[in-house]
């Protein structure tokens, strides 16, 4: 069986009021989900997903991780539908957790959204989930350099979320787990804070997965704290392998379809005071309460003004 330590912390930040980001460090389970959505609707929809996480059936296969992401989604629509103040609430979630079944140890990595899985083998740093944001689709289509990816002003609007569609898309990963690696769970609030080269150093010397957990947050909030920072730290202390692992422990991949890429109206305005969240063009955006509720009554007026037009045109025919 599987053994785990791990550590794990999290941080408002200096700008939010209120942290929207969950945790789950319930061995052999461990996720991170960003929440977001108006007033409390992203601390909702992030505490829905850990929530039902924490309390899943045995997952033996990744197709029953995905699963029990998709029963997750399910419930918060459900619950959006139910609280119209809730209406529209989402929320990110990557998750790594031991499939419990027969034979030979294995971890499953499930994802939506732009929080992260890193792997941590030899010193080297690699990140095993792919963003479903805009800038990743951008420089995927060779549009964007990864350097102006980073500092891109619309790099927090993001193409998947729970709680948007009936079923979402979700990518999936069967790993080998191996003694000696260290896993990284984060939120977007580390890593737009914290470089990889920074983050690779804190792993590499603190040997205590609880002391990285609390270091790297340090960190992101030391270096400007502009959103919620979540991070678990798992360290892998026993595995019964069996055959001899490949280098990127992968053995199995479910991969959605990628995520168009369309044209956005103007960059990110996140609100300090409460945020609110709509669906546009495929892209899941954060706003300020008041921006979407002006663009909604624009949008409302001139409906009524296309209606009305149709109706002269009619009457004077």
């Known amino acids: ?24 460090t319930n061995a052999p389970m461990f996720a991170v989900a960003d929440g977001m959505g108006g007033h409390r609707g992203g601390e909702i929809a992030s505490a829905m997903v850990v929530d039902a996480l924490a309390t899943a059936a045995t997952v033996a296969t990744i197709d029953d991780l995905i699963e029990e992401v998709q029963e997750a989604n399910v419930r918060i629509i459900n619950r959006g539908r139910l609280d119209r103040e809730l209406k529209g ?13 027969a034979g030979p140890d294995r971890l499953g990595v499930a994802n939506v959204g732009d929080s992260r899985l890193y792997r941590l083998t030899d010193g ?7 963003d479903h944001s805009l800038v990743e689709s951008l420089v995927r289509d060779g549009r964007l350099t990864r350097a102006e990816a980073a500092v891109h002003p619309q790099r927090n609007i993001i193409t998947r979320a729970l709680g948007i569609d009936e079923r979402v898309l979700v990518d999936a990963w069967e790993l080998v787990p191996v003694v000696g690696d260290r896993y990284l769970l984060c939120s977007d609030g580390l890593f737009n ?8 150093d804190v792993l590499n010397s603190i040997g205590s997965a609880q002391a990285a957990a609390d270091e790297l947050v340090d960190r992101a909030v030391t270096a400007g704290g502009r959103d919620n920072i979540t991070v678990v730290v798992v360290d892998i202390t026993a595995a019964d392998i069996g055959d001899k692992p490949p280098d990127d422990r992968v053995i199995a991949t479910h991969l959605a379809l990628q995520d168009p890429v369309s044209t956005v109206e103007s960059p990110d305005t996140d ?6 969240s709509d669906l546009q063009s495929g892209q899941y955006r954060h706003e300020s309460v008041p921006a ?15 209606v009305l037009a149709v109706l002269l045109t009619a009457i004077a025919a």
Not at 292 to 306: D, E, G, Y
């Open 89 to 101: 609430m989402g929320t990110t979630v990557t998750v790594l957790t031991g499939l419990q079944r």
């Open 193 to 200: 804070e914290v470089d990889e080269d920074e983050i690779c």
């Open 292 to 306: 979407i509720m002006t663009r909604r009554l624009v949008l409302l007026v001139v409906a009524a003004l296309i």
């Open 271 to 276: 609100a300090l005071d409460g945020e609110a």
């Open 1 to 24: 069986m599987t053994g785990f330590v791990f550590g794990a912390a999290t941080h408002t930040g200096k700008v939010r009021r209120t942290n929207q980001d969950q945790l789950l």
């Open 124 to 130: 080297t740093l690699c990140q095993h989930t792919e």
